[in-house]
């Protein structure tokens, strides 16, 4: 987990780097995403497709991005990935939604809600 927190947390660095700065879509935030993760040692490779989902797109139940839905992700709205990396020691499986900025209040309090139920969940 820590390696793989490690590729996690860099990919997030770049993310909120190059937003707006280079076009970003879901598969090329996946593929980024996939080069921090191999770069870490043990790494042998996705333990499942990358759910990388943008706006309506993270509503889909097990979305899969593909060259005709691509979206490009922008410096706005929410930003969902769901991803695992497979190890020699281990299997990860993360899921984050990322507000990517400019927020609605609609979006503002369903993250809140979720969060503050995760939180009372553990």
């Given at each position: 987990?820590?390696?793989d927190?490690?590729a996690?947390s860099?990919?997030?660095k770049?993310l909120?780097?190059?937003?707006?700065?280079?076009?970003?879509?879901?598969?090329?935030?996946?593929?980024?995403?996939l080069k921090f993760?191999?770069?870490?040692?043990?790494f042998v490779?996705?333990?499942?497709n990358t759910?990388?989902?943008?706006?309506?797109?993270g509503?889909?139940?097990?979305y899969?991005?593909s060259e005709?839905s691509?979206?490009?992700v922008?410096?706005?709205?929410?930003f969902l990935?769901?991803?695992?990396?497979?190890?020699?020691y281990g299997?990860?499986?993360?899921?984050?939604t990322?507000?990517?900025g400019?927020?609605t209040?609609e979006e503002?309090t369903?993250?809140?809600?979720?969060l503050?139920?995760?939180i009372e969940g553990?």
């Amino acid at each position: 987990m820590v390696k793989d927190g490690v590729a996690v947390s860099r990919f997030m660095k770049w993310l909120s780097e190059n937003i707006g700065k280079t076009v970003i879509t879901e598969l090329s935030a996946a593929a980024e995403l996939l080069k921090f993760r191999a770069a870490q040692e043990g790494f042998v490779g996705d333990s499942f497709n990358t759910i990388s989902a943008y706006k309506a797109h993270g509503a889909l139940p097990h979305y899969g991005a593909s060259e005709e839905s691509n979206s490009e992700v922008k410096a706005e709205g929410l930003f969902l990935v769901d991803s695992g990396g497979q190890y020699f020691y281990g299997t990860t499986d993360i899921t984050r939604t990322i507000p990517m900025g400019n927020n609605t209040e609609e979006e503002k309090t369903d993250y809140t809600l979720v969060l503050k139920g995760m939180i009372e969940g553990m």
